[in-house]
């Protein structure tokens, strides 16, 4: 299940893939017409429908994206139209960066600087293991590099607690922000806000190239988390 940062096929009456649906729901989302309205007052569902449309044939009539001149069909967007464009332009300076996990509505931003919080953090586990034990910690190591080459979020694995030998490490996502249904942006801070069930599942599919780790979602502290099963 792999990540998609730009839109990969056209989206409008009926058609479209639902997290290239989303990345346009999303932005419809934080663009405001001249009322301060929202384009898209709507779930971020990635659904293909007659009101999301209707949204892209509003926004491009008050662009001025359907001019004789013009190559973009009505209540349509392709990744290469005027249309996607401007609209990638219009919307919010928060959103850069704003990626889709392929397949699903699930839309998330990865954290600035993550390449130097890895490199000492891979270094760190390559050197010194995870709660002293050396192959753990080189394979924990490979998946935190794994998954930031892929996917560009960075996770990290906290110390554990009295645990000897480890046999449960903790995953914590560091810095990652996603949007809500309601195309609210929130992030791995808030103790109030769940893990998409879509992130979890990007980092055990990755997991299973590293090997001896068994991901498992168990609720700690009240949250449900993401931890590994160390079986070397």
């Given at each position: 299940?792999?990540?998609?940062?730009?839109?990969?096929?056209?989206?409008?009456?009926?058609?479209?893939?639902?997290?290239?649906?989303?990345?346009?729901?999303?932005?419809?989302?934080?663009?405001?017409?001249?009322?301060?309205?929202?384009?898209?007052?709507?779930?971020?569902?990635?659904?293909?429908?007659?009101?999301?449309?209707?949204?892209?044939?509003?926004?491009?009539?008050?662009?001025?994206?359907?001019?004789?001149?013009?190559?973009?069909i009505r209540c349509m967007i392709s990744p290469a139209s005027a249309t996607f464009q401007?609209?990638?332009?219009?919307?919010?300076?928060?959103?850069?960066?704003?990626r889709a996990v392929t397949g699903t509505a699930t839309l998330y931003i990865p954290p600035?600087?993550?390449?130097?919080?890895?490199?000492?953090?891979?270094?760190?586990?390559?050197?010194?293991?995870?709660?002293?034990?050396?192959?753990?910690?080189?394979?924990?190591?490979?998946?935190?590099?794994?998954?930031?080459?892929?996917?560009?979020?960075?996770?990290?694995f906290p110390a554990p607690e009295d645990q000897h030998p480890v046999r449960r490490v903790?995953?914590?996502?560091?810095?990652?922000?996603?949007?809500?249904?309601?195309?609210?942006?929130?992030?791995?801070?808030?103790?109030?806000?769940?893990?998409?069930?879509?992130?979890?599942?990007?980092?055990?599919?990755?997991?299973?190239?590293?090997?001896?780790?068994?991901?498992?979602?168990?609720?700690?502290?009240?949250?449900?988390?993401?931890?590994?099963?160390?079986?070397?």
């Open positions: 299940m792999p990540a998609t940062a730009c839109l990969e096929a056209s989206v409008g009456p009926g058609i479209g893939q639902p997290h290239d649906i989303a990345l346009v729901q999303a932005m419809l989302v934080h663009v405001r017409d001249l009322d301060g309205r929202s384009y898209w007052p709507a779930r971020i569902d990635g659904r293909a429908s007659d009101s999301l449309a209707d949204a892209i044939d509003r926004f491009q009539e008050d662009f001025g994206l359907l001019d004789a001149a013009g190559d973009d401007c609209l990638r332009e219009a919307t919010a300076r928060e959103l850069a960066g704003l600035r600087g993550g390449a130097q919080i890895l490199r000492v953090m891979v270094a760190r586990l390559r050197s010194l293991g995870h709660g002293g034990d050396a192959p753990l910690g080189r394979r924990l190591a490979a998946l935190a590099e794994r998954i930031f080459d892929r996917h560009r979020f960075l996770i990290r903790r995953v914590h996502f560091h810095g990652l922000k996603w949007l809500t249904e309601q195309g609210r942006l929130t992030s791995s801070e808030d103790p109030q806000s769940p893990v998409p069930d879509a992130v979890w599942a990007l980092v055990a599919d990755e997991t299973r190239p590293i090997g001896c780790l068994t991901p498992e979602q168990i609720h700690h502290a009240g949250r449900r988390e993401l931890w590994l099963r160390h079986d070397g």
